[in-house]
């Protein structure tokens, strides 16, 4: 063995072919010795093998490349000074992108040197965490699995050979030693030949474990974010002004604080009792007023709201002033100048849009203007729909001085269907309900309190929704009234007395005994047996007073007929007409001719009437929509306003053109909105449109559209002048036959 051992040294030293192949054995004996974990054996493995001495006094040869240059001794020695920079040669330049805040492309003087060669995106975790478990665990490996397990081999050559070494992680050797590490036994325990004395080796393990490439928590992030510029900013502001107060209170004083506050509270206590026991009422809501003073001065006077609410009233008309001061201007001062170009058609300026928030998916089913204050009027909430009725109604009272918000708010308990203020007695409003009930709502009440006046079944109401209803004439005894008409075939009378309503009624819509020329009697179901059936009663939809006969009025019905009436012969019609096809809508008396007046329905058409002459219209207009509601202007007998479920008002002047209307417009800003009611101000050369979204809109006529009062060719002989002279126009060729 010792020979053997020899040999090895020597061949060692030649590196020839075959010393080359022992050497290449004796190295992987070391390896797998390696893998047993015997370190002494791997060093004893790589000693030179004995034969080979003939190949280790050969000489080296220098072998050149073919293209290798011949280079002189001083060329050799020439030192060659290059600078390395960090720049991408491959970089591209003239880089021109697009500046958005001057709107131009503009060269781009950095440009990225960076040059990517590899990149591979991976993750690294430990080996004791929770996810390298589950890896372990989904692989099939042991739980006990070490962190880490490395093993070094290290081989010396003779001749001063350097060392190598080699680790493994992620895997554990067992090893067995039992005595004699000397070299003797390592070669024979790598040549197989030993008689086991140096000791016993377990095999490896052959199982697939997989080795864990991270053992370290460890994960490299970059980010390039943009540079954060702090500001300072200050301001100065002036200290609010403090005052010292200073008082003194006695025993009596203190006592007397003390006894307001308990009174206030019986108060309250007593109010929620018999709020609960009395169920629902009709409860009107204001903003601010007399209500809040005495509630103040109930509170001992330390509450008192009233100058804040004046005051701030008043803050409110300011800030108003200043918002809508060009709507104001428009309102006062502006026409339009096209209107040179376009006689005799003129147009509508909106200027204000008038709208409460809680009167949301309510229609505007009522309008009036107050007498007195110009500025002021009343609309009327509630619904069209049969189907959905509305729960409750709001009477809203708004003012052309305060657009943002209504002066007065009055909460009833079912829907709005009509209204009227009292000519004389401003504050009060006669307002008609759609289950039939009417009240009238007093103004100068306060808060949570009733209608000053309002019929129940007990005290007899109609049975069907009020479409309409009127402020009459003091009667004889000096009692304010007022009319009301209903489907259910009654015009009733209501007089205030004391605190209730007495009902009257003055016509009963009987159908039975008709004779009407034009008439289909096939749409009207008579029963004949029953002279009082329900059957036989006509469904009152509108009425309007003559404007010199207050005794005389006419009224409106389902079926398309119009009957003039009146109070003193309540038990017949004094005339009937055939005007419409379908239910009317309005009827109303022109305010220059009395003999003249118009209505309108869910036919789709305008017709205006001769009292004297029931057979035919003087005029029709077919609109190619159900008409809602039609006004005559104050300022011309010629001139009326209709508004059409396809939301347009339409302005007709039958002086100017007695066939085309002068201004056709589309008032609502939304789709598939209705406009449902049309009013002309009595005072102002303003024009109020009601739509089904619960808007009332504000439109100025152009001055084609109207004729001011004041002008020189206005007067009231003139304006009924020209009405006559349509009727004879229209009525000309009758005569002559």
């Not at 001719?593 to 309108?600: K, T």
């Not at 109020?688 to 152009?702: A, H, Q, R, T, Y």
Request: contains cysteine.
């Amino acid at each position: 063995m010792a020979s053997k051992l020899a040999a090895g040294k020597k061949a060692t030293k030649a590196p020839g072919k075959m010393g080359k192949q022992l050497l290449s054995s004796s190295k992987l004996v070391a390896s797998s010795k390696a893998m047993t974990g015997s370190v002494a054996r791997m060093s004893t493995a790589n000693a030179p093998m004995a034969g080979h001495e003939e190949y280790s006094d050969q000489p080296r040869v220098v072998q050149k490349p073919d293209d290798q240059l011949d280079l002189t001794e001083k060329e050799l020695k020439e030192e060659i000074t290059r600078v390395l920079k960090a720049d991408n040669p491959h970089a591209p330049e003239n880089i021109a992108r697009f500046d958005y805040k001057e709107g131009a492309y503009k060269q781009t003087n950095t440009v990225d040197q960076l040059a990517v060669h590899f990149e591979l995106q991976s993750n690294l975790i430990h080996v004791e965490s929770d996810e390298a478990v589950r890896q372990m665990e989904k692989d099939g490996e042991p739980d006990d699995v070490p962190a880490s397990a490395t093993a070094s081999t290290s081989s010396a050559a003779a001749g001063g050979t350097s060392s190598a070494t080699q680790s493994t992680s992620g895997m554990a050797t067992q090893t067995s030693e039992a005595g004699g590490e000397e070299e003797g036994g390592g070669a024979e325990g790598a040549d197989g030949d030993g008689d086991g004395s140096a000791g016993t080796k377990k095999p490896p393990s052959s199982s697939g474990k997989k080795k864990l490439m991270n053992q370290f928590n460890f994960s490299e992030r970059a980010s390039l974010t943009h540079e954060i510029y702090m500001r300072s900013r200050e301001t100065q502001t002036e200290p609010p002004p403090r005052e010292t107060y200073s008082s003194q209170v006695n025993q009596a004083e203190i006592y007397d604080a003390y006894v307001a506050d308990l009174d206030r509270q019986q108060r309250e206590k007593d109010a929620k009792e018999r709020k609960k026991a009395g169920g629902k009422e009709e409860t009107g809501k204001r903003r601010g007023g007399a209500d809040d003073a005495q509630a103040g001065a109930a509170h001992g006077g330390h509450d008192d709201c009233t100058p804040v609410t004046n005051a701030a009233r008043i803050m409110e008309r300011m800030v108003n002033q200043n918002i809508f001061d060009e709507l104001a201007q428009d309102f006062k001062y502006y026409e339009d100048p096209l209107d040179e170009k376009r006689k005799p058609h003129g147009t509508l300026m909106p200027l204000w849009k008038f709208y409460y928030e809680g009167a949301r998916k309510k229609t505007i089913t009522a309008m009036a203007q107050n007498p007195l204050y110009s500025d002021l009027f009343v609309a009327g909430y509630g619904s069209h729909d049969f189907h959905k009725p509305a729960e409750k109604g709001l009477v809203c009272f708004f003012s052309l001085k305060n657009p943002s918000f209504p002066e007065y708010v009055f909460k009833l308990v079912s829907g709005i269907t009509a209204l009227d203020i009292h000519p004389r007695l401003t504050h009060l409003v006669a307002v008609g309900l759609y289950d039939g009930t009417v009240a009238v709502i007093d103004c100068t009440k306060p808060v949570d309190t009733q209608p000053s006046h309002f019929t129940t079944i007990r005290t007899g109401k109609h049975l069907e929704p009020v479409w309409q209803v009127r402020w009459q004439k003091e009667d004889a005894e000096n009692r304010l009234n007022f009319f009301s008409v209903s489907p259910d075939g009654y015009v009733c009378s209501w007089t205030i007395v004391q605190d209730q309503l007495e009902r009257k009624d003055i016509v009963k819509l009987m159908m039975l005994g008709l004779d009407i020329r034009g008439m289909d009697t096939a749409k009207v179901n008579l029963d004949t047996e029953d002279v009082n059936s329900p059957a036989n009663l006509g469904s009152g939809t509108c009425f309007d007073f003559h404007p010199t006969n207050e005794n005389v009025f006419l009224v409106g019905t389902e079926e398309g007929l119009i009957h003039k009436c009146s109070k003193t012969y309540s038990s017949k019609f004094l005339h009937s007409f055939c005007a419409h096809s379908a239910p009317i809508y309005t009827v109303s008396w022109n305010t220059y001719q009395p003999r003249v007046f118009a209505s309108c329905g869910a036919d789709w058409t305008v017709k205006l009437w001769d009292d004297r002459n029931t057979a035919q219209p003087l005029y029709k207009f077919h609109l190619k929509e159900p008409v809602n509601d039609l006004a005559w202007a104050p300022y011309a007998s010629t001139v009326f306003a209709t508004c059409t479920q396809d939301g347009k008002v339409r302005v007709y002047d039958l002086s100017v053109d007695k066939y085309e209307p002068v201004c056709v417009q589309v008032v609502p800003q939304k789709k598939n909105t209705q406009a449902t009611k049309v009013m002309f101000s009595q005072q102002s050369p303003v024009l109020f449109v009601g739509d089904s979204k619960g808007n009332v809109i504000v439109l100025k006529p152009s001055p084609n559209l109207r004729l001011a009062p004041a002008s020189k060719t206005y007067s009231r002989e003139n304006e009924i002048a020209k009405l006559d002279k349509l009727i004879a126009f229209v009525r000309e060729p009758a005569s002559h036959k």
